[in-house]
């Protein structure tokens, strides 16, 4: 029979706790990575909503402002209504989608 032999490891090779700090190490750095994109991903979605916001009142103030224009005595009182009407629920539609945006960001 063969006689058997413990090996002792290599110097260069790191223990099993050295291991072990080395991946909880690992695993804090990527953590932190994570919450610093996922900060920064907020902080541009903000601004993001906030270009998108600014961008979609000027369009409507320049519905609002047509629907002005165009009330005549030869044209119908309900051209204007219309159009107003659709600014409304457009700026509806925008708060609302604005609100549950913002909601998901904070």
Sequence with gaps: MAATT???????VPS?????????EIADQAR??????????????NYA???YEQAASTVLGAQ????DAVKTDWLPSIVPAAINANVQFAEDVHAAY????RATLA
């Design 32 to 45: 932190d990575n994570t919450e610093q994109f996922i900060a920064s991903a907020k902080t541009w979605g």
């Design 6 to 12: 413990k090996k002792t490891p290599p110097a260069d």
């Design 64 to 67: 609002t402002k047509v629907a």
């Design 16 to 24: 099993a706790e050295q291991v072990t700090a080395q991946a909880r």
């Design 49 to 51: 909503l906030d270009a």
């Design 98 to 101: 604005l609100k549950a945006a």
